[in-house]
T-cell receptor, first 125, second 107 residues
Framework: QVQLVESGGGVVQPGGSLRLSCAAS????????IHWVRQGPGKGLEWVAFIGYDGRNKYYGDSVKGRFTISRDDSRNTLYLQLNSVRPEDTAVYYC???????FGSGTGNALDIWGRGTLVTVSS | DIQMTQSPSSLSASVGDRVTITCRAS??????FNWYQQKPGRAPKLLISTTSFLQNGVPSRFSGTGSGTDFTLTITSLQPEDFATYFCQQSFSIPLTFGGGTKVEVK
């Protein structure tokens, strides 16, 4: 069964750090790009970051660029998101989501076809 | 960044109704466009990719059309399990961007 399971969420103070994990199973993890997407309380979806299948191509949303870092460990079938210098507006459920494709490129027809159940990050003092 | 404007933000409908949701991109994105369904407390689910390709297991009452800047999701005969929030998303360029969502509620 194809599955993604996030963990690592919790309460963190403004300015603090947290590392989220996403464990994959049921597919060849190293063959696909993976995204992080977040959803603030009662809000819509915001794309956060993407990492290509080989870990070389990484992209970030403007609101997290320079603060968050996406990485992957294919030996562990696990995706990570390191959150640094967090702000109250980073409070959200964070989802990892598998892409159709290995990498992102204009015209590659990317889509997020498998999602985890999410992990809640609350930034509060 | 490409802005995705989705409308309406909510609608009320009855079982059996035909429902149409639209999404407009701020620039030409070809057909690099997807639709997702989200139920309360659940992760989003990919319904349609590349404008019109139904994912495995998605009922044929769902369909997607459009190209360029204007896109439509149609549910031909709304079923009880279709009451949910629907999001559009462009995959033409980074950053990927989503519409604000359309909540389909019981009339």
């Amino acid at each position: 069964q194809v599955q993604l399971v996030e963990s690592g969420g919790g309460v963190v103070q403004p300015g603090g750090s947290l590392r989220l994990s996403c464990a994959a199973s049921g597919f060849t993890f190293s063959d696909f790009g993976i995204h992080w997407v977040r959803q603030g309380p009662g809000k819509g979806l915001e794309w956060v970051a993407f990492i290509g299948y080989d870990g070389r191509n990484k992209y970030y949303g403007d609101s997290v660029k320079g603060r968050f870092t996406i990485s992957r460990d294919d030996s562990r079938n696990t995706l990570y998101l390191q959150l640094n210098s967090v702000r109250p507006e980073d409070t959200a459920v964070y989802y990892c989501a598998k892409d159709f494709r290995r990498y992102f490129g204009s015209g590659t027809g990317n889509a997020l076809d498998i999602w985890g159940r999410g992990t809640l990050v609350t930034v509060s003092s | 960044d490409i802005q995705m404007t989705q409308s309406p933000s909510s609608l009320s409908a009855s079982v059996g109704d035909r429902v149409t949701i639209t999404c407009r991109a701020s620039q030409n994105i070809g057909t690099y466009f997807n639709w997702y369904q989200q139920k309360p407390g659940r992760a989003p689910k990919l319904l349609i990719s590349t404008t019109s390709f139904l994912q495995n297991g998605v009922p044929s009452r769902f369909s997607g059309t459009g190209s360029g800047t204007d896109f439509t999701l149609t549910i031909t005969s709304l079923q009880p399990e279709d009451f949910a929030t629907y999001f559009c998303q462009q995959s033409f360029s980074i950053p990927l961007t989503f519409g604000g969502g359309t909540k389909v509620e019981v009339k």
